[in-house]
């Protein structure tokens, strides 16, 4: 496909989004009908989609219309191309811009600039302050794509080699001691022997480094209370040399966990329904991902103040129901991809309020930048 024909692509996709279908779905769609397409341009037409998604406001405003012709022509023009080298209507290409296109589009200003939706966008000014706007353009680009060294079977530096053979480049990134950041060829990473064979994972550097800063202890009784797909799980799998039990309150969610434990050689146990008590209890709470929108561009969309209070009911009964399952001397750990106050040091005021023996330990915050995403962790103890 041209890069003309693979614009096109993305606007009929962008079409289909707009009224209201999920990305996913629209782009496997697109790549069934689309036999002709190589990965390339499948690569690239799925870049595009994201990249609208991610500035879905600005590049209207800029583009001079929500249809998925105005974004595309609102996200060229931000990245400074003459949306008319594209607009050919050549074959496959879209149709040349008409006098109206080329006079709309304005500068975005405000939320649109931001690309928040604007009670999302007062939501980080009350709780980010200076940092809001930093953290909402953080949101507006794509995110690094970053690998956990697995310590059960390589080094760093091994894993490093290893890649670098198989053709792709990483640099050490300082937000946790096992990431690695990749600057060349991240799509080769999941065929690479590497990754295959369970000497690297990838995962986010602050994810990482969430689980670094846990009080995990050689030998400790630990349980992932919202172990999901279990990448918190493996990190502190390899952490403590140990075994992890792992719940959810959707099983189904754990489906890959027994495959993906057998090939980092981590001992993860699934445990539907916990009892006893644990020397640290972890739990990473569903939540709005807010610093982790890059990756998931469509829910900064789609999340409304009600889904968010439901959110936040929803984190408070796992911290409760959690706290039981810590015993004597041990640790609760609760983390969020989120950048809001109230599902951070909020809820963790709320759980103090209604729990006084609890109080609070280590608090780490990160926002989304150029080393990992948004993530937040309180680490609580019993007194
Ligand atoms: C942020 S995800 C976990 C991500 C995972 N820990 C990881 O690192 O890959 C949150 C998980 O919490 C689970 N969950 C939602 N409500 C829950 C509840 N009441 N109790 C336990 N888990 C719950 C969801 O099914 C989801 O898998």
């Not at 001079?64 to 060229?76: F, K, Q, V, Y």
């Not at 009350?126 to 953290?135: C, I, K, M, S």
């Not at 998931?296 to 911290?319: C, F, H, M, N, Y």
């Not at 599902?343 to 915050?365: A, H, T, Y």
Request: hydrophobic fraction near 40%; charged fraction near 25%.
């Amino acid at each position: 496909m041209t890069p003309a024909a693979r614009v096109q692509a993305a606007i009929e996709c962008l079409d289909r989004i707009a009224s209201g279908a999920a990305a996913e779905q629209v782009l496997t769609d697109w790549g069934r009908r689309s036999r002709y397409a190589g990965s390339k341009d499948r690569a690239a037409v799925r870049d595009h989609v994201f990249d609208a998604l991610r500035q879905w406001r600005s590049s209207a405003v800029l583009g001079g219309s929500e249809s998925g012709r105005g974004r595309m022509i609102g996200l060229l023009r931000a990245s400074g191309i003459d949306p008319e080298t594209l607009f050919t209507g050549e074959r496959f290409a879209p149709e040349p811009l008409s006098d109206a296109e080329r006079a709309a589009g304005a500068a975005p200003e405000g939320a649109a600039a931001w690309d928040l939706p604007d009670w999302l966008a007062r939501r980080f000014t009350d709780d980010l302050g200076d940092e809001a706007e930093t953290a909402a353009q953080a949101l507006r680009h794509r995110a690094p794509v970053t690998l956990r060294v697995n310590r059960l079977k390589t080094t760093l530096e091994a894993a490093r080699a290893d890649l670098s053979a198989e053709g792709i480049e990483t640099e050490p990134n300082p937000r946790a001691p096992l990431a690695l950041t990749v600057t060349s060829n991240p799509r080769r990473v999941a065929q690479s022997a590497a990754y295959q064979d369970g000497r690297v994972e990838l995962q986010d550097a602050s994810s990482q480094a969430i689980v670094a800063a846990l009080p995990l202890k050689p030998g400790a009784r630990v349980l992932d209370y919202c172990a999901g797909g279990g990448g918190k799980a493996l990190a502190m799998a390899a952490e403590t040399g140990g075994r992890i039990d792992c719940h959810d309150a959707a099983p189904r969610r754990m489906a890959d966990l027994p495959a993906r434990a057998a090939r980092a050689g981590a001992d993860l146990r699934i445990v539907p329904a916990p009892e006893g008590t644990y020397d640290l209890v972890l739990c990473d709470a569903p939540c709005s991902g807010s610093g982790t929108w890059r990756r998931a561009p469509e829910a900064k969309w789609r999340l409304s103040p009600g889904d968010l209070d439901d959110l936040l009911t929803v984190q408070a009964e796992i911290l409760d129901r959690a706290a039981t399952l810590v015993g004597p001397g041990g640790a609760l750990a609760y983390a969020t991809c989120s950048i809001l106050s109230a599902e951070n040091s909020s809820q963790i005021k709320s759980f103090l309020d209604r729990n006084p023996k609890w109080e609070r330990g280590d608090e780490l915050r990160f926002l989304p930048d150029h080393a990992g995403d948004g993530f937040y962790l309180c680490v609580l103890f019993c007194r």
